[in-house]
């Protein structure tokens, strides 16, 4: 009696392509077309696919996506900041870029700056004496103020220290956790102007979210247990600056300074059990917060 030849197997997804090597999950014969290096051995296509579905995304140590080691969310902010500085100056013209403050080297006010810049008080409506940005239905200030700059020198200081820390804090925070951090310190920067800055005075840039940047790592490197002898210099040069020179929003800086100092602790302590929920829940207060000083400058100055 004769026996039957004995054939090698062949790849389950190519049938012509004899193979002797097996997925490690489902034993089911692969070709070096199918295979997928696996921590052991080689896996087969809709093994790996499976897996992917299955496997929980990595997280940073406080609960941010791994998406933001592309540090896509500080690209986008500074190109905001950038389209922001080119329509002032095509609405400013050539004293858009230079001839303002510090000597001439900053530039001056805009018909844009003017209309998204934080006011300390407003009383120059067309229909009145209507006093705070509430009172001219303008609170969309306090937001975009910090995307305006006084000339190109203002926009690339502010945007140099966005890039050198944007990308680090949007790397162990995610981008969207850094977007939110972002832009509670710079309406938490415009909030303190308005509340505190003298009446009828511009306030603008994204120095106030930058301080608020500043502070974050701070806090951030103090909750890792590292040294915080990096940042802490230029903490204190910066406000030394803050109030050494003259024209700069002292409160808009400080205000922001605070600001991402909070967030940060919010960020950064958060229980690991339930640290979505408690960053949500604390990131909001934070905004309530803002809001409801921003509300009651407004009743008094109406008052």
């Known amino acids: 009696m004769s026996e039957s030849p004995v054939t090698a197997p062949v790849c389950y997804r190519h049938p012509s392509k004899e193979t002797y090597v097996r997925c490690t999950r489902c034993e089911r014969p692969i070709c070096p077309d199918c295979m997928n290096e696996a921590s052991v051995g080689h896996q087969c296509p809709?093994?790996?696919?499976?897996?992917?579905?299955?496997?929980?995304?990595?997280?940073?140590?406080?609960?941010?996506?791994?998406?933001?080691?592309?540090?896509?969310?500080?690209?986008?902010?500074?190109?905001?900041?950038?389209?922001?500085?080119?329509?002032?100056?095509?609405?400013?013209?050539?004293?858009?870029v230079a001839g303002g403050g510090w000597g001439g080297l900053l530039g001056s006010g805009t018909p844009l700056t003017q209309w998204g810049a934080v006011l300390g008080s407003d009383s120059y409506t067309v229909l009145g004496p209507l006093h705070g940005i509430a009172g001219g239905g303008e609170w969309y200030r306090l937001v975009t103020a910090m995307f305006l700059h006084y000339g190109v020198l203002h926009l690339l200081m502010n945007m140099y220290a966005l890039w050198i820390l944007g990308r680090d804090l949007e790397r162990v925070l995610g981008p969207l956790r850094f977007v939110g951090l972002y832009l509670l310190a710079g309406l938490g920067g415009n909030v303190a102007a308005y509340v505190f800055s003298a009446p009828n005075q511009y306030t603008a840039g994204a120095s106030t979210a930058v301080f608020g940047l500043m502070s974050a790592v701070f806090v951030l490197l103090k909750r890792l247990n590292l040294s915080v002898a990096p940042i802490l210099p230029v903490i204190v040069i910066n406000v030394v600056f803050t109030f050494a020179v003259s024209g700069i929003s002292v409160a808009g800086h400080l205000g922001g300074l605070v600001t991402g100092a909070i967030v940060g602790a919010v960020l950064a302590y958060a229980p690991r059990d339930k640290r979505n929920l408690v960053q949500g829940v604390g990131l909001a207060a934070v905004f309530l917060i803002l809001v409801a000083l921003a509300v009651y400058r407004t009743t008094t100055l109406l008052g």
């Open 46 to 96: 809709e093994c790996v696919a499976q897996g992917r579905r299955t496997q929980r995304p990595a997280r940073t140590a406080f609960g941010g996506s791994a998406a933001g080691r592309a540090g896509t969310a500080t690209k986008v902010l500074i190109g905001v900041n950038v389209a922001v500085m080119i329509l002032s100056i095509l609405s400013g013209g050539a004293n858009a």
